[in-house]
Every structure is written in C-alpha cells, then in structure tokens.
C-alpha cells in the first residue's frame, strides 16, 4: 500500500521518473505539482561530487535570490551600542550587546538568521554550542559577521541565502513558494545553480554536479538537466 496520498499520486503521474527536464520545463512542473493546501515552499537538493572531508571541497557560499525565498527571517544582530538603531531600523526584531547576551543565558534562540560585527564576536564564542548546534552561529564565510550591518540585515531580508554543502556534499535550499510565478522561481533556481558552477572546486575529479532534483514541500520530485555544469 502507497505511503503517499491521492493527491501526491495524481501529481506523481504529470511527472516521467526518468526525464531529465531544463530549468524552465521543472518550475512550471513544481508548481503544477504542489499537493498542500498552504502554500508550500520549493527547494532544491543538488547532489555534488566532493569530498567533504576534505576543506577545499567543502562549500560555503551566500547568494542574492532575486526574488527571494518567499520567506521573512528573523534577524538578531550582536552589536555594540551604535549599530542598534542601524540595525533596528533595517529590520532586525533585536539588536545589542550585553542585553542579547542574557539571553543567551537561558537559552535564547528564537530567530533565524544571527549577526555580529567583528569586535563582538569573541563574547559570542561561549554561546558557540548553543548557536552552533541551531546553525545560528555568525561566519564570515556566511556574510554574518559584518561592519556593514544594515546592509546585511536588508539582504538577509531580501533574499540572500546561504549554500552549504551536507555531511554527504549535498545542498539543500529553498528557493521559493509554489504561489511564485513561473519565470520567478527560474531564475531563482538558476541563479544558485550559476553560482554553484562559479565556486567548483579545483579539487574535484571527475563529474561535479550528479544529480539536481526539485519539489515542493510533500509533493513530488522531479529530476533537472544538469548538463549547464
């Protein structure tokens, strides 16, 4: 007996397994085939050949979504005190130093998205477990230790994302709701996939892209041309 509904079912058969479909055929297909009564976000997982054991094949990028995930990320910013209104005025719901801090204390971690600015970060290294293990801990490599913090909270806002490779070199990343237009959630979808192909590690032998399959959230997925890498 299948273990999905009749509606995934049903939408499962607009899509042939086997096919490799371009970017244009697969964002008008996912958003024929979401099943949700919400509507759903559209992610893609991108299956890369590397060796994430090793740290030059390990991946850790930020990209502008030009049209944003559809999403609005809660943003704290670990500032010192003449960045709070900076920060507050682009958009984070909190902003400071040892205020934030205290909470941190007893466990705070009701946001999405955190950043820093450089002379803060080192009281932020004994809070590494707590925001680490949540994904919440500012990177450079992520763009969130910053000076330019309204900027940053602005972006972060807008659609910027950050790509990084799994346990197993995979990227997983939302790029969209299934209510987007078309043309909206291709170029979206594009542009990670060209920014992906413009940070290819010089390491990798071989095929660098194996496999690249998008879906909505519960539907169906359906396998992308990756002949572009």
């Given amino acids: 007996m299948s273990k999905h509904g009749k509606k995934y079912l049903e939408s499962a058969k607009k899509i042939s397994p086997e096919k490799l479909y371009s970017i244009s055929e697969a964002t008008k297909l996912v958003k024929e085939t979401a099943v949700t009564k919400f509507d759903p976000s559209v992610e893609v997982h991108v299956n890369l050949n590397l060796d994430v054991k090793k740290a030059d094949q390990q991946i850790r990028t930020v990209v502008n979504l030009p049209h944003g995930t559809g999403k609005t990320k809660r943003v704290v910013a670990f500032v010192p005190a003449d960045k709070v209104k900076?920060?507050?005025?682009?958009?984070?719901?909190?902003?400071?130093?040892?205020?934030?801090?205290?909470?941190?204390?007893?466990?705070?971690?009701?946001?999405?998205?955190?950043?820093?600015?450089?002379?803060?970060?080192?009281?932020?290294?004994?809070?590494?477990?707590?925001?680490?293990?949540?994904?919440?801990?500012?990177?450079?490599?992520?763009?969130?230790?910053?000076?330019?913090?309204?900027?940053?909270?602005?972006?972060?806002?807008?659609?910027?994302?950050?790509?990084?490779?799994?346990?197993?070199?995979?990227?997983?990343?939302?790029?969209?709701?299934?209510?987007?237009?078309?043309?909206?959630l291709e170029e979206n979808l594009s542009t990670i996939l060209q920014t992906l192909k413009a940070i290819?590690?010089?390491?990798?032998?071989?095929?660098?892209?194996?496999s690249i399959n998008i879906s909505s959230s519960m539907g169906p997925g359906i396998k992308v041309e990756p002949s572009m890498f």
């Fill in 86 to 184: 900076e920060a507050l005025d682009a958009g984070a719901i909190a902003a400071g130093s040892d205020e934030l801090f205290a909470k941190l204390d007893k466990e705070w971690t009701d946001f999405d998205v955190a950043i820093a600015t450089p002379d803060i970060m080192k009281n932020l290294a004994k809070y590494g477990k707590l925001l680490g293990t949540k994904g919440l801990m500012p990177n450079p490599k992520a763009g969130t230790v910053t000076t330019n913090v309204g900027q940053t909270v602005k972006d972060i806002q807008g659609g910027r994302v950050e790509l990084k490779t799994d346990s197993t070199g995979i990227i997983h990343q939302i790029f969209g709701k299934a209510s987007f237009d078309a043309p909206k």
């Fill in 200 to 210: 290819k590690p010089s390491g990798v032998k071989g095929k660098y892209v194996l």
